[in-house]
């Protein structure tokens, strides 16, 4: 079952130019049904041209939109509608509300800049640091940041039915396979290809060099520890 994702990013803190970056990350962790963008929307700003967000207005007030964010998530985590939130910020007071939100059985993932106090990151289910290069891929200092997606479980899923003699199975099989069992096309991805795809995130997919017959595997070690108890 595709896991159900809220993006909230406090857009009195973070830039416009992370805009696209931050809902990539939130569709890496599943469907990607609430977005919402909070800041005072009579500000002149280019979040008002952000069209994968929703801005919501917080007025003019000191912490409008910390507080506005912060109860929309609580309200999410009570009527316990999405799986994962995914708070954009690099405001160390939304520490609380991520261990909050983790009580509750909701993952977390911390947005931020390099500016981000380790407190912050360290009460997130995982955080990832937004790149001072837009150009960049995002970062992480905690490791749990490269546990893997809901997609590349499934894709791990798919891998272990098909391969034969730990093998793993053609990429071109994959792609097939994806688009029957899932409804997934690779082509509506920033890589555009399988091979791209994977080949970003090495720490999980092991790939044999191109060629007619190319396989891929999964590593055991990595998908594992999604597994463990909490």
Not at 104 to 114: A, P, V
Not at 151 to 162: M, N, P, T
Request: positive net charge.
């Amino acid at each position: 079952m595709t896991k159900r994702v809220a993006v909230l990013i406090d857009g009195d803190n973070l830039s416009p130019t992370f805009g696209d970056a931050i809902h990539q990350i939130g569709r890496n962790g599943g469907q990607v049904d609430i977005a919402r963008v909070y800041t005072d929307a009579q500000r002149n700003s280019l979040w008002h041209e952000a069209t994968l967000f929703q801005l919501i207005h917080s007025g003019k007030g000191k912490n409008a939109s910390d507080l506005l964010l912060a109860i929309d998530a609580m309200e999410l985590a009570l009527r316990q509608i999405v799986d994962t939130v995914v708070i954009a910020s690099s405001d160390g007071d939304f520490a609380h509300l991520h261990r909050r939100l983790r009580e509750f059985g909701i993952g977390t993932i911390g947005l931020g800049e390099q500016k981000t106090p380790r407190s912050l990151r360290d009460s997130c289910t995982r955080f990832l640091e937004l790149p001072q290069n837009q150009n960049d891929v995002p970062h992480s200092h905690n490791k749990t940041v490269r546990l893997p997606s809901d997609l590349d479980e499934k894709i791990q899923s798919v891998i272990a039915v098909g391969s034969k003699s730990g093998r793993g199975i053609p990429i071109a099989d994959l792609n097939v396979r994806m688009r029957r069992l899932h409804d997934i096309k690779i082509s509506t991805y920033p890589e555009k290809t399988w091979r791209g795809y994977l080949s970003v995130r090495k720490h999980l997919f092991e790939l044999d060099p191109k060629g007619p017959d190319a396989h891929v595997r999964f590593r055991p070690d990595s998908f594992a520890e999604t597994h463990q108890p909490k």
